[in-house]
Structures are given as C-alpha cells and as structure tokens.
C-alpha cells in the first residue's frame, strides 16, 4: 500500500544501520538491537510470511509491510494469504518448509492448529517469529512480535467509558456517574490468543463500574463465550448486536449508551444494526458509544464524522519493522532483543517478546496521529477509501 513507502525506505536505512552493528528499529521512538554478529543476508535466503486474511485491509497492509521490508533487507519472501481457512494455512506452511524457508513469520488464523509444522520446522532448524497472534501448546515458537495487547484491551474500555461521560480519557472518575447505564460487549475470535487478552485489559477496567452499579450488561451476556465472534467477521457481530436489540431492547435501543467492540469492522456491523433501528445517525444525535481498533480507513471516516466514538491505533509499520528485525537477528546466528519475557505463556513455554505502544484515536487526533505520521491521507480519510 502506498502509505508504507516512506516506512520501507525508513526500514531499509534502519536495516543498513543493523547490518553495520547498529540497532534495528522495534518502536518509534527507541531501536532494538540484537545479538549477535550481523552480516549481509544471502540473496537466495527464503523467508516464509503466513498471513490469515485479506478480509481486513490490515492484514494485507502488514502483509505488505513485512514482504517489502524483508526484499529490502535482501531475502526472498513467500507470502501466503489463507483466506481465514485452517488447512489452507498449515498447507501453506508445509510448503513453505518443503520450499527451504530458513525463517518462518506466522499470523495465525487459530494458534493451536500448527502444532505439527511447528516441529517440522525446528526438525529442519527453521527459526519461527508469531506475528500480532500468539501461537499456542508448542514449544517451537522462537520469538513473537506483538503490540501490547492487555493495554489495548484498557484503552479500549477506557474509551468507553470516557466517551459515556463516566471518566475522563486518562481514566478518572468523572464526578458522580450517573447509576445503571446500559452496556453491551463483544469480544474477538476465541480461537485468537490477542482476543483473551483485549477482553482482560477491558473487563478488568470495567469491572470496577459494575461493581458500583455504574454499567449494567442488560443483556446478561456477560462472559467472552457469549460476547465472542468467531473469525472476527463485520456481518457474525451485526448478526448479534440486531438480536441483542430485539431480545433485549424493545427493537429500539432505547437505553444502550455504549457498545465495547474489540476491531472496527466488528464495530462497523454493530453501527449498522443500531443505526437500523434508528438509533443516531450520529452520537451528537444519540448513537451509542462505539469503540475499535486497527484504525481501518473506513472507520476513522465514522470517527470524523461523529458516528464511531474511537479506535486503538496499532502502528503496523512498527510491527512489520520489528519482525524484519528479529529475522535478521536469527539468520545472523544471534538473538532478537526481547522487552518483554515473562508475559506470553503459550502453554508450553513462556515466548520471549517484543511488544509496541498503542494510541487511542479520537476524532480530534485524526490530524496528529493518523494524518501527520503519514498512516493515511487528509484526502483518505474525508473519503473513508485508502488510494
């Protein structure tokens, strides 16, 4: 996509500065070295890039991303997209293994499914890098790289309660809320580790508002059983949120202040059903609070136009960087660099990591976070398209 142009030509200098025993770029604001002697990477090094979907534009730009920054760091890559199919993906990681990858970088579409390509991989010394996605009950996981996901989980509950008045947008209490606001929560795919820990950050944040009478989940649909949606599909959560509606709201909404939503084409679905019932059209004009994630173009246009209340932004470029870092490191013979070993447990072993900052986006720092770092164009988002 167009938007990472000047992030891979950023990458490749970051890369050059790695390969002369400098860092390589983890976050924004600081490098994360790695370990080990760096020399020039083999032209004919194949690296692997498993991605779940092109249903998101967010998958495609990180695909993109990492392809780009690994050509740039001078590998070959195969990327695969699985169109959210589980055979489809373990088959493209056998092939990809049987190709002679020498790293394989995986976003899993369910993070208990490759247990078996895993240990084809460590049998033939591939070295396996999770991306955004925690693979699970394997041993074979080398390095994962994420944002940090229980802080999205918060903020995206602190958005929620910031948008109802309830606090402010640090978290303080605003005043005295007023008692009984009606709630309703969705969570992500439970077959994505990302999705247990969102909800964690989120009801933990929560919690202390129900226990005082603030919130009320009307519905009752209180756990992430309930509250999940498998594959994290747009049309599965407005399926629910339009049942929620009729079986618990009179067909209206009336009541409903907030909806918690983990991914914007989640929240999408959901705006579509409340608006459906004639609730809004705008939250000026009553439309319930909504949050997100991702900032996907289409959304942060609802932003501006005071329909979606906010979005976590994940600065994906971020992460494609620091995965082409950690791939560097073990095709050098040395270590990532990890800022975080104690947290991601997959079951078997605990996943060295290296996790990113997120920023809560509102419609007043479309400009600032969005527009100004180059992520999207002033022109994208009036039109909610990516060029």
């Known amino acids: 996509m167009r938007r990472f142009g000047l992030a891979i030509a950023g990458l490749a200098a970051a890369l050059a500065l790695t390969a002369c025993g400098g860092g390589g770029a983890g976050a924004p604001t600081s490098a994360a070295p790695t370990t080990g ?7 004919d090094t194949l690296v692997g890039v498993a991605m779940p979907t092109q249903t998101s534009e967010r998958w495609i730009a990180d695909g993109n991303a990492v392809k780009e920054g690994l050509e740039a760091a001078g590998y070959k890559v195969d990327l695969q997209y699985a169109n959210d199919d589980i055979p489809t993906q373990t088959q493209q990681v056998d092939a990809m293994i049987t190709a002679g990858a020498k790293v394989l970088i995986i976003a899993a579409i369910d993070g208990t499914a490759l247990t078996s390509q895993l240990q084809a991989a460590a049998d033939a010394g591939i070295k396996v890098i999770a991306y955004d996605r925690l693979i699970r009950d394997s041993g074979n996981v080398d390095f994962y790289v994420t944002f940090d996901n229980y802080a999205v989980g918060v903020a995206q509950a602190t958005a929620l309660l910031a948008g109802m008045g309830v606090t402010d947008r640090d978290g303080a209490k605003q005043g005295t809320p007023e008692k009984g606001q009606n709630i309703e929560l969705f969570a ?7 999705a247990h820990l969102f909800w964690k950050g989120a009801i933990d944040t929560l919690q202390p508002y129900f226990d005082d009478g603030t919130l009320v989940v009307k519905s009752g649909q209180t756990t992430i059983e309930q509250a999940a949606t498998l594959r ?4 599965t959560a407005q399926k629910r949120m339009e049942d929620l509606l009729t079986s618990t709201y009179g067909g209206t909404g009336e009541g409903l202040k907030g909806v918690l939503s983990p991914y914007d084409g989640l929240s999408r679905g959901i705006i579509t059903a409340l608006q459906g019932v004639g609730m809004g059209p705008t ?4 439309l319930p609070i909504v949050t997100g994630q991702d900032a996907e173009i289409a959304s942060v246009k ?3 136009d005071d329909i979606q209340s906010s979005t976590i932004f994940k600065d994906t470029r971020n992460l494609a960087t620091q995965a082409v870092t950690a791939t560097q490191a073990f095709l050098s013979g040395g270590t990532p660099e990890a800022n975080d070993t104690e947290t991601y447990d997959n079951g078997v072993k605990v996943v060295p990591s290296y996790l990113l900052p997120v920023v809560t986006v509102y419609a007043d720092n479309i400009q600032k976070e969005l527009i100004d770092t180059g992520y ?3 022109e994208e988002v009036e039109s909610g398209v990516a060029s």
């Open 188 to 194: 992500g795919s439970l077959d994505d580790n990302n």
């Open 283 to 286: 939250i000026t004009k009553g």
């Open 232 to 235: 994290w599909l747009q049309e």
């Open 376 to 378: 999207w164009t002033a």
């Open 37 to 43: 002697e760096s020399s020039a990477p083999a032209g």
């Open 302 to 304: 609802l932003i501006k």
